[in-house]
């Protein structure tokens, strides 16, 4: 069976700083990763996604994710943050086959000060 | 479009009653899913379904019965509530075509076990 390890529960971060949410995990057949956020009160909405090609990954709001084979992570990175960002954020794996079921990490608070 | 919608958003009930929540989707995704969120535990499946009258256990059912009679509808009951079900319950869904595997989530319950 597959796990995700998110490292840190949480990160407090300067406005326009940079961030680096950590993600591992762990799995014996090819994976695809996502990256989950959750804004208070909110349901998760995906950021960004890896199922093939390109190691690296963007979404539109300017986080990037790379995939990592040999070291089995999938780290999430802005290079400057904004307040509106201050949400809780799921990383997720699923296998191939596994009819779309999900595990997720126990979460990351990002939380962005003035 | 309405997307996906959970029912009741807020709930409150005593030990040993049964309760049912509501989850439905407009877009006829053949897969459905819930969680609960726990704080320290991220999310994790309770039950899934790839299509009408087809359902599955997922890491933690126990307590937990689901039905899919209809594609749009995956209401979850709590037969007999414990406190330890006291939790945030989402539902997602997730279309068959391709290899996303993206998943679409609700708003969520906050459901509260006296």
């Known amino acids: 069976a597959q796990s995700v390890t998110q490292l840190d529960s949480q990160v407090p971060v300067f406005e326009e700083a940079p961030v680096e949410l950590r993600c591992n995990y762990s799995?014996?057949?090819?994976?695809?990763l996502f990256w989950y956020v959750q804004y208070p009160n909110q349901g998760l909405q995906l950021l960004l996604k890896?199922?093939?090609?390109?190691?690296l990954v963007e979404s539109i709001n300017g986080f990037e994710a790379e995939f990592n084979k040999s070291q089995t992570s999938f780290h999430l990175r802005k290079p400057s943050v904004h307040i509106s960002d201050t949400a809780e954020y799921f990383c997720?794996?699923?296998?191939?086959?596994?009819?779309?079921?999900?595990?997720f990490g126990s979460g990351t608070q990002l939380t962005v000060l003035p | 479009d309405a997307g996906i919608t959970q029912s009741p958003r807020y709930k409150i009930t005593e030990t040993g009653r049964q309760v049912t929540l509501m989850c439905h989707q407009t877009?006829?995704?053949?897969?459905m899913f819930w969680y609960r969120q726990d704080l320290g535990h991220g999310l994790r499946l309770i039950y899934y379904?790839?299509?009408?009258?087809?359902?599955d256990k997922g890491e933690v059912p126990d307590g937990y019965v689901v039905s899919r009679s209809k594609t749009e509808n995956f209401p979850l009951t709590l037969e007999s509530a414990t406190r330890s079900q006291t939790s945030v319950y989402f539902c997602?869904?997730?279309?068959?075509?391709?290899?996303?595997?993206?998943?679409?989530f609700g708003p969520g319950t906050r459901l509260t076990v006296l």
């Open positions: 997602a869904s997730s279309p068959t075509s391709g290899r996303t595997d993206t998943q679409y």
């Open positions: 799995s014996s057949v090819s994976v695809y």
């Open positions: 890896y199922l093939s090609g390109s190691t």
């Open positions: 997720a794996v699923s296998v191939s086959g596994s009819a779309r079921q999900l595990t």
């Open positions: 877009w006829s995704h053949s897969y």
């Open positions: 379904s790839a299509a009408a009258d087809i359902t």
